[in-house]
């Protein structure tokens, strides 16, 4: 719940030596519309910053922050003192904020860990269906009786490829009707359940599908697995996001303006 309360004005930011006042500065955000991204920026660090104080589940060992600003500073060529002290000035940090960060990271991805992986593999399982995906290749004409007569020639042993590129109306025939992997979750209804009982290099079809009928080859089948690692950090990422979602809907926010 969002409410305004009037408050003293008070600046916080000067511009050629005139001060813009935290009520100025809400007016702008609001006529630009993004005074509500703004909010929601402050609450969700806000939250993070709450659980990363409370929670005894998330420590870290220092010995890990210690070596990741180690491989740091050899993968940027700092390891000499000076040069790191001029980087350090140059980004607006000293030593000791740019440990805090670093250690911050590991925080945070620890409390990601916690929140998150009790509840993945259910969640895993619930999005499967648009993580699995499919590479295919497809002929679409607009009767069914070529479709037919296509889908003949072809068990005969002529080329799909070719056929694609002779007779297909979509885009793709010019790369003989590849499409390239596909989310399973979001092909049709009627040609999602041919796919799924179809092996590689079967064709499937004709099938109507907008008043146009497919001819359908099953090149590769990619199921997802949870082993895939930029799969497994991405769905926590969405589980994470979700539970600060959750989190931030609790509470009871009051913006303070003129």
């Keep these: 719940m969002l409410r305004v309360y009037p408050m003293e004005s008070s600046s916080f930011l000067n511009i050629d030596e005139q001060p813009i006042s935290i009520g100025q500065a809400v007016k702008y955000l609001q006529n630009s519309g993004k005074l509500g991204q703004f909010i929601g920026d402050i609450l969700r660090q806000y939250v993070i910053e709450k659980e990363l104080q409370t ?99 072809i068990e005969e042993g002529a080329s799909f490829e070719a056929l694609a590129r002779e007779y297909s109306l979509t885009e793709d025939r010019i790369v003989n009707g590849m499409m390239g992997p596909v989310s399973r979750g979001t092909l049709p209804d009627k040609l999602r359940a041919a796919i799924d009982v179809a092996r590689p290099m079967e064709i499937v079809g004709p099938i109507e599908l907008e008043e146009r009928y497919g001819l359908f080859r099953v090149e590769q089948i990619l199921p997802a697995s949870l082993e895939d690692t930029q799969l497994k950090q991405a769905l926590q990422n969405e589980l994470f996001e979700k539970w600060l979602a959750e989190k931030i809907q609790k509470l009871t926010v009051k913006l303070q303006v003129n």
Excluded: C, M
């Design 55 to 153: 929670r005894e589940d998330i420590a870290i060992s220092p010995a890990l922050t210690e070596q990741a600003i180690i491989d740091f500073r050899l993968k940027n060529q700092l390891t000499d003192p000076k040069s790191f002290q001029e980087w350090l000035q140059n980004n607006g940090k000293d030593y000791d904020s740019f440990h805090s960060s670093v250690a911050l990271g590991f925080k945070l991805e620890k409390l990601k860990a916690v929140v998150t992986e009790p509840k993945l593999p259910e969640y895993f399982i619930e999005r499967k269906i648009f993580l699995d995906r499919v590479v295919i290749s497809r002929i679409i004409v607009d009767n069914r009786e070529l479709a037919e007569e296509l889908q003949a020639q």
